[in-house]
C-alpha cells in the first residue's frame, strides 16, 4: 500500500481483521492498532523524503495465531531501527508529537526490527489477555 497517511483507514482495517482472527480482547486489539499506527506514521513522516518523487510502499503481513498477532511491516525508507532508538521522556511542551515510538514500545509485547538488504522489517507481536515473553 502507499506509504501515506491516507492508507491509515487500510491499515486499520487490516489490524482489526487480524485482531479478531486472533480472538484479541478489545484492548488488545487496540494495543496492536496503537503499536501498528505510530509505527506507520513514524514512517511515513521521517522514513521517506517528502520531495515526492515515486510513490513510496509499505507492506503489512499479519499472521493471527492462537491468542496473538504477529504483524510485519515492510518499508524501502532509510535504515531505522525503532527498538534501540531513544524515546522522549517528555518532549517540549511546544512541539506536537514526540510520543509515537514510545507509545509503540509500551502497546506491543514483543517488538523486533532488522535491516533485509535495503528493507526495514518491523515485527510487532501483541498477545491476548497477556504480557509473556514472545
Given at each position: 500500500?502507499?506509504?501515506?497517511i491516507?492508507?491509515?483507514e487500510?491499515?486499520?482495517?487490516?489490524?482489526?481483521?487480524?485482531?479478531?482472527?486472533?480472538?484479541?480482547?478489545?484492548?488488545?486489539?487496540?494495543?496492536?492498532?496503537?503499536?501498528?499506527?505510530?509505527?506507520?506514521?513514524?514512517?511515513?513522516?521521517?522514513?521517506?523524503?517528502?520531495?515526492?518523487?515515486?510513490?513510496?510502499?509499505?507492506?503489512?503481513?499479519?499472521?493471527?495465531?492462537?491468542?496473538?498477532?504477529?504483524?510485519?511491516?515492510?518499508?524501502?525508507?532509510?535504515?531505522?531501527?525503532?527498538?534501540t532508538?531513544?524515546?522522549?521522556?517528555?518532549?517540549?511542551?511546544?512541539?506536537?508529537?514526540?510520543?509515537?515510538?514510545?507509545?509503540?514500545?509500551?502497546?506491543?509485547?514483543?517488538?523486533?526490527?532488522?535491516?533485509?538488504?535495503?528493507?526495514?522489517?518491523?515485527?510487532?507481536?501483541?498477545?491476548?489477555q497477556?504480557?509473556?515473553?514472545?
Amino acid at each position: 500500500m502507499s506509504a501515506s497517511i491516507d492508507s491509515l483507514e487500510q491499515i486499520i482495517a487490516f489490524v482489526m481483521d487480524l485482531s479478531e482472527q486472533a480472538r484479541l480482547s478489545p484492548k488488545d486489539a487496540h494495543r496492536l492498532r496503537l503499536a501498528t499506527d505510530e509505527l506507520f506514521v513514524n514512517i511515513v513522516t521521517h522514513g521517506y523524503p517528502a520531495n515526492g518523487g515515486d510513490p513510496h510502499q509499505i507492506e503489512l503481513h499479519g499472521t493471527p495465531g492462537s491468542g496473538h498477532v504477529l504483524l510485519q511491516m515492510h518499508d524501502w525508507s532509510q535504515p531505522f531501527d525503532p527498538t534501540t532508538a531513544e524515546v522522549e521522556q517528555r518532549p517540549a511542551p511546544d512541539r506536537i508529537g514526540g510520543f509515537g515510538l514510545r507509545l509503540a514500545k509500551l502497546c506491543a509485547d514483543r517488538l523486533a526490527y532488522e535491516r533485509v538488504g535495503n528493507m526495514n522489517r518491523t515485527i510487532i507481536v501483541v498477545r491476548r489477555q497477556g504480557r509473556a515473553n514472545a
